[in-house]
């Protein structure tokens, strides 16, 4: 397996956090805390404005991962792919009116018993310069 | 919170329509979560859940734990293995397995009649 490609970096990718997508996704998952939902009931808690759930850190890092794990250098057999392990560490919430950008990396190529693991890492930052998540995505290929 | 202590159970059904709000709510439209006939084609059951809609109940009953405070969940990882289908019952079960400095590590796993659909899913949630 080529692990030439360690450490290569993707262009960072720019998402701007609506209040409607927060509830959208929200929704979706089953939250019903109104700290979701309710702008009141966020800023009683503390926060700026609707806050996303920790979980939408994958929306807002999709379009970093996308031309990553689509890289032709890498070469993914997406036949064979699936999504092994995912890890996310949270430091500083997200808010509507938020613009989080995201720079993705390889962090690892190997080969165990005959499987590709292809591990990216995606940096998730602020408008202030802070983080807010850092991703371990771990995609694992099957026969090589 | 102890270590040896379970966190809340966290159950919840995923009705037939969940994966296509949740495609849409994540932009993850792939054929597999959304099209049975599709998913029948490729060899699947049916349609199965998106892992990370699966990881986000995981999240949710962490955060959960915490007060249901986003602020308090730190650190996720997850293991995915087995598949989830919508109109079965997820439940969520956790274990706390250490406890240092005001944060609570906590194993995790997601099951849906009887099968683990999230393993080895290790959370740290802060405490106090």
């Known amino acids: ?144 | 919170m102890d270590q040896g202590e379970t966190i809340p159970e966290l159950r919840v059904t995923p009705d037939k329509y969940l994966p296509h709000r949740y495609a849409g709510a994540s932009g993850d439209f792939n054929p597999i979560h959304i099209d049975p006939e599709f998913a029948k084609q490729v060899g699947l059951p049916g349609n199965i859940l998106h892992g990370l809609y699966a990881m986000a109940q995981v999240a949710r009953a962490n955060a959960g734990a915490a007060g249901d405070d986003p602020r308090k969940l730190k650190r996720l990882s997850v293991q995915f293995r087995g598949m989830g289908f919508p109109e079965k019952e997820i439940v969520v079960t956790g274990t706390v397995k250490e406890v240092r400095d005001g944060h609570a590590v906590v194993d995790t796993v997601a099951e849906q009649d009887g099968n683990k659909i999230i393993r080895n899913a290790e959370a740290e949630i802060e405490i106090g």
């Not at chain 1, 509507?96 to 690892?108: Q, R, Y």
């Open chain 1, 1 to 144: 397996m080529d692990t030439s490609k360690i450490g290569k970096s993707y262009p960072a990718f720019e998402y701007e956090v609506g209040r409607e997508k927060i509830r959208e996704y929200a929704n979706a998952v089953g939250e019903t805390n109104p700290v979701y939902t309710d702008r009141e009931a966020a800023k009683a808690a503390g926060f700026r404005d609707v806050v996303a759930p920790p979980m939408f850190a994958v929306v807002y890092s999709a379009g970093a991962m996308g031309p990553a794990v689509l890289d032709p250098e890498l070469a993914i057999n997406f036949m064979m792919m699936l999504h092994g392990s995912q890890e996310f560490v949270w430091s500083e919430p997200v808010c509507a009116g938020d613009t989080i950008t995201t720079t993705a990396t390889v962090k690892d190529l190997r080969e165990e018993d005959g499987r590709r693991f292809y591990v990216f890492e995606s940096v998730s930052i602020n408008q202030d310069g802070k983080e807010t998540v850092r991703g371990t995505w771990t995609n694992i290929v099957r026969g090589g």
